[in-house]
T-cell receptor, first 112, second 114 residues
Framework: DQQVKQNSPSLSVQEGRISILNCDYTNSMFDYFLWYKKYPAEGPTFLISISSIKDKNEDGRFTVFLNKSAKHLSLHIVPSQPGDSAVYFCAASKDSNYQLIWGAGTKLIIKP | ETGVTQSPTHLIKTRGQQVTLRCSSQSGHNTVSWYQQALGQGPQFIFQYYREEENGRGNFPPRFSGLQFPNYSSELNVNALELDDSALYLC?????????????FGEGSRLTVL
């Protein structure tokens, strides 16, 4: 039972353009959503989060959008840079605790 | 500020053996979580420790056990290893009262069970 799904295993984007990574979830009890970035041979690092009471959160080049009715969130990166090439994981939690439920990840490749 | 460190980074065991993985939390963090990441999948929550007590557990059998020490370092023990236990084991520390869901991960311990 995959409660958090990232349906695109990989995404290739030209440097300078917008990268849009998508995530769907099934459990309406999730109240917090997060994006993590992972480089090879490193642990995941926190990128940005959003509470279920909001529909948008922005941090520099990164913006997360939440559509609760569709149970869908997306991460926008603009402009995309070569250093953004990594695997991006979407994660969710219930009751704002630390027991995160993770998607399978999307590998983002930024082409020069 | 030292980050989360894990040891060993790689190890190979045979089916039926036992393994202990170690984690040193980020300085000042009082909570540690362990995750299992199989190839091509996202991390799966194993359990979390806060103040040396188990504070939540995922869908893993009792042969997965853990400890948190007074200095907030932690161990993950797996008994009676099975082939499906082959995975990357990630330790993450966090601070109660910190940003919700923000975990600080180590590089992981890659376990191969033959």
């Amino acid at each position: 039972d995959q409660q958090v799904k990232q349906n695109s295993p990989s995404l290739s984007v030209q440097e300078g353009r917008i990268s849009i990574l998508n995530c769907d979830y099934t459990n309406s009890m999730f109240d917090y959503f997060l994006w993590y970035k992972k480089y090879p041979a490193e642990g995941p690092t926190f990128l940005i989060s959003i509470s279920s009471i909001k529909d948008k959160n922005e941090d520099g080049r990164f913006t997360v959008f939440l559509n609760k009715s569709a149970k869908h969130l997306s991460l926008h990166i603009v402009p995309s840079q070569p250093g953004d090439s990594a695997v991006y994981f979407c994660a969710a939690s219930k009751d704002s605790n630390y027991q995160l439920i993770w998607g399978a990840g999307t590998k983002l490749i930024i082409k020069p | 500020e030292t980050g989360v460190t894990q040891s060993p980074t790689h190890l190979i065991k045979t089916r039926g053996q036992q393994v202990t993985l170690r984690c040193s939390s980020q300085s000042g963090h009082n909570t540690v979580s362990w995750y299992q990441q199989a190839l091509g999948q996202g991390p799966q929550f194993i359990f979390q420790y806060y103040r040396e007590e188990e504070n939540g557990r995922g869908n893993f059998p009792p042969r997965f056990s853990g400890l948190q020490f007074p200095n907030y370092s932690s161990e993950l023990n797996v008994n009676a290893l099975e082939l499906d236990d082959s995975a990357l084991y990630l330790c993450a520390s966090s601070l109660v009262g910190g940003r919700t869901g923000e975990l600080f991960f180590g590089e992981g311990s890659r376990l191969t069970v033959l």
